[in-house]
């Protein structure tokens, strides 16, 4: 069991049709026919949408979004068209709303790995590939691997799991070709990635991109490169051999599976409110990363 603890109910804007809810994200179109995008604070952990927000996260994502499709941009095209808030919305809307082209979405979790870590690991432990490709002997957690790599997996409805493909049944859902173009967009905005990451002093060990059609024209678009979509390592403490310390959520991970919560992330009661430090821990990641990215101060 999982899914939302408490699932919100959508926000009616006049001229906005609500298309859907998911962990983070509202979706609407507009009159023109454009998908309004709006990112909420709402956490997940353990396949759970969490009661407790996280303030200003949906903002930091959307703001660093933003920022990492304007570093992109000779590589690839991004389905933003504007970042008004729409007439009628919430004020709260205001750095957190993108409207963007809606696209012929491919269905495959476009993802890159430069490290080994999370689901890979597991893969690797037990017959030394992630998503069929062979890996050498020797690698453990947080180990760098020999060359990036392409390892897609299939999206999941809120409260599933992703679950990591082949190169092969990617092939075969969506044709060779466009497979062939998802893994070399998917790897060329990686290596762009990973290399601004590491000029600020942050490993970029992978992260997972969504790409859409518009016509013959691969673009991308949901969010990128965020903490909640990547998983960004400080590079000053990077060491192989055990779980590194992240960008992330991890503050309400290791929260939830401690005594401190009661919470057993096997049953199937859903998980409690977060205490306050947890919240303000976990924000102060999510602004630590987007500072340092992209060198500017949060306000």
């Given at each position: ?123 690797y432990r037990e017959s030394r590939t992630v ?46 070709e466009v497979a062939a173009l998802l893994r ?116």
């Amino acid at each position: 069991m999982s899914g939302f603890v408490e699932k919100p109910e959508p926000v009616q804007v006049p001229g906005l049709v609500h298309l859907h809810t998911g962990k983070v994200r509202d979706l609407y179109r507009n009159e023109a026919g454009d998908l309004v995008m709006v990112a909420s604070d709402r956490i997940s952990a353990y396949d759970w949408v969490l009661p407790t927000e996280i303030p200003d996260k949906g903002r930091v994502l959307t703001q660093l979004s933003l920022w990492w499709f304007d570093q992109l941009a000779d590589l690839v095209p991004n389905h933003v068209l504007s970042t008004e808030v729409p007439a009628g919305a919430p004020a709260d809307w205001a750095g957190r709303t993108m409207i963007c082209k809606n696209l012929e979405m491919v269905p495959v979790e476009c993802v890159a790995r430069g490290y080994l870590t999370g689901s890979g690991l597991a893969e690797y432990r037990e017959s030394r590939t992630v998503c069929g490709l062979a890996l050498p002997e020797g690698l453990v957690d947080g180990s760098a691997l020999p060359a990036p790599i392409f390892t897609p997996a299939t999206k999941a409805e809120v409260g599933e799991h992703d679950e990591n493909v082949s190169y092969e049944e990617v092939a075969r859902k969506v044709g060779a070709e466009v497979a062939a173009l998802l893994r070399q967009t998917t790897l060329a905005v990686y290596g762009r990635a990973r290399d601004v990451a590491r000029d600020r002093g942050i490993v970029l060990a992978d992260t997972k991109f969504e790409f859409g059609f518009e016509g013959d024209r691969l673009i991308i678009a949901d969010e990128v490169l965020t903490p909640d979509s990547s998983r960004f390592w400080p590079a000053d403490v990077w060491e192989p051999g055990h779980a590194q310390p992240s960008y992330d959520k991890q503050f309400v991970r290791d929260w939830l599976t401690s005594d401190a919560s009661g919470w057993d992330r096997h049953g199937e009661q859903p998980p409690p409110a977060l205490p306050q430090e947890i919240v303000d821990a976990t924000r102060a990641k999510y602004v630590e990363a987007y500072e340092r990215l992209t060198g500017l101060t949060w306000s």
